[in-house]
T-cell receptor
Framework: RKEVEQDPGPFNVPEGATVAFNCTYS??????FFWYRQDCRKEPKLLMS???SGNEDGRFTAQLNRASQYISLLIRDSKLSDSATYLC???????????FGTGTRLQVFP | SAVISQKPSRDICQRGTSLTIQCQVD?????MFWYRQQPGQSLTLIAT?????????ESGFVIDKFPISRPNLTFSTLTVSNMSPEDSSIYLC???????????FGPGTRLTVT
């Protein structure tokens, strides 16, 4: 089983749509969770951290379910500029290492 | 957040040669990391570089192949030694930002080995 699993997509959605990505992780000792965004041929950029209470940043909402070892990202009112690969990232237990999922590709069309 | 630069941004190298990639952070950081991202794949951690100690390598990566230096709190280098076409990849460095475990990435070095 992979340490971090994501649906690779692609998710093709029209502008204005709401889209949700899911991710599961295997290490129950993981403490920190993130969503990164990676544009084609660019480096990953931190989109948001994910907290147990859930957190929202504008059109983006992240949720964490520790019992199910499940993380989600919801994007509302999708924009063309949201087209990218979204990486689910988890720290490796009690270490500083980050474990990256393979990413979910989103394509927003007009 | 940390601002990170890398040099070179890309290179084409012949097999058997070595390339050293430089990573500069705009502030002092304890932890720096080196990753590899092969085409269509996600990021794989090569090693963690702490100032003043030997780098810690992940399974499948060895110091002879990927020697790392960390001379101070803002700079690190990764050398890809005795290159083969299988080493063609993007190499990224990262550093932790202000919050625990949050990492910020340099723009990457795109390496092609012929």
């Amino acid at each position: 089983r992979k340490e971090v699993e994501q649906d690779p997509g692609p998710f093709n959605v029209p502008e204005g749509a709401t889209v949700a990505f899911n991710c599961t992780y295997s290490n129950s000792a993981s403490q920190s969770f993130f969503w990164y965004r990676q544009d084609c041929r660019k480096e990953p950029k931190l989109l948001m951290s994910v907290y147990s209470s859930g957190n929202e940043d504008g059109r983006f909402t992240a949720q964490l379910n520790r019992a199910s070892q499940y993380i989600s990202l919801l994007i509302r009112d999708s924009k063309l500029s949201d087209s990218a690969t979204y990486l689910c990232v988890v720290n490796g237990g009690n270490t500083d290492k980050l474990i990256f999922g393979t990413g979910t590709r989103l394509q927003v069309f007009p | 957040s940390a601002v990170i630069s890398q040099k070179p941004s890309r290179d084409i190298c012949q097999r058997g040669t070595s390339l050293t990639i430089q990573c500069q952070v705009d502030s002092q950081v304890t932890m720096m990391f080196w990753y590899r991202q092969q085409p269509g794949q996600s990021l794989t951690l090569i090693a963690t570089a702490n100032q003043g100690s030997e780098a810690t390598y992940e399974s499948g990566f060895v110091i002879d192949k990927f020697p790392i230096s960390r001379p101070n709190l803002t700079f690190s280098t990764l050398t890809v030694s005795n290159m083969s076409p299988e080493d063609s990849s993007i190499y990224l460095c990262s550093a932790e930002g202000g919050k625990p475990y949050e990492q910020y990435f340099g723009p990457g070095t795109r390496l092609t080995v012929t």
